[in-house]
């Protein structure tokens, strides 16, 4: 399996701009998590999904973030319209049912947001 | 509700010594224990879980982990570090399944190896 893959790797944008962050997880996981991380506030969790459906978004910021996942292969992270204090590494992970026991949760590379 | 601290944010070590890396937890329930990888620009990866069969998990690269009751703690170790061990670390607990978000992130500690 190509294991979680995310799309941007990279993105720089200005202040204002809308930003759309990709996420396509194993398939067959039914778990799926946003993960926000900085050097301030080290890792946060944003949002997550069992079987497409947003289970607990209290992590997402404000407004400006939203997160979509229309089918079991892929999901969005967006925020509009972005600020400079939104620059982090993104983070999408997915999962079977038990994660929570097992602690396997798959992690992509990270997309990396730079807003100017 | 469960929480974890990890007590150094930076430990830095010579190639070839030991490596211990701290944390202690808080839960209200028995918890399952686990210490993740990052490398750099990489996401992260489990290395190890505690999932209350042994006390002393052996995960990979040679990393170990000690889950003490009495401590409240589940320290890595490996006897013997290398370059590539150079890293951010990271130990998570679980908790209940009806405690909503069950994975609770310690802040991480980067361990840097010397030549």
């Known amino acids: 399996d190509a294991g979680v893959i995310q799309s941007p790797r990279h993105e720089v944008t200005e202040m204002g701009q809308e930003v759309t962050l990709r996420c396509k997880p194993i398939?067959?996981?039914?778990?799926l998590f946003w993960y926000r991380q900085t050097m301030m506030r080290g890792l946060e969790l944003l949002i997550y999904?069992?079987?497409?459906?947003?289970?607990?978004d209290s992590g997402m910021p404000e407004d400006r973030f939203s997160a979509k996942m229309p089918n079991a292969s892929f999901s969005t992270l967006k925020i509009q319209p972005s600020e400079p204090r939104d620059s982090a590494v993104y983070f999408c992970?997915?999962?079977?049912?038990?994660?929570?026991?097992?602690?396997?949760?798959?992690f992509g590379e990270g997309s990396r947001l730079t807003v100017l | 509700a469960q929480s974890v601290t990890q007590l150094d944010s930076h430990v830095s070590v010579s190639e070839g010594t030991p490596v211990l890396l701290r944390c202690n937890y808080s839960?209200?329930?028995?918890?399952?224990l686990f210490w993740y990888v990052q490398h750099p620009n990489k996401g992260l990866q489990l290395l190890l879980k505690?999932?209350?069969?042994?006390?002393l998990v052996k995960g990979i690269n040679g990393f170990e982990a000690e889950f003490k009751k009495s401590e409240t703690s589940f320290h890595l170790t490996k006897p013997s570090a290398h370059m590539s061990d150079a890293a951010e670390y990271f130990c998570?607990?679980?908790?209940?399944?009806?405690?909503?978000?069950?994975?609770?992130f310690g802040g991480g500690t980067r361990l840097m190896v010397k030549p």
């Open positions: 505690y999932t209350s069969a042994a006390t």
């Open positions: 398939s067959g996981h039914d778990y």
């Open positions: 839960s209200s329930y028995s918890p399952s």
């Open positions: 992970a997915s999962s079977l049912k038990g994660y929570y026991y097992t602690g396997e949760l798959f």
């Open positions: 999904f069992n079987n497409n459906v947003p289970i607990d």
């Open positions: 998570v607990v679980s908790g209940a399944i009806n405690a909503g978000n069950m994975l609770t």
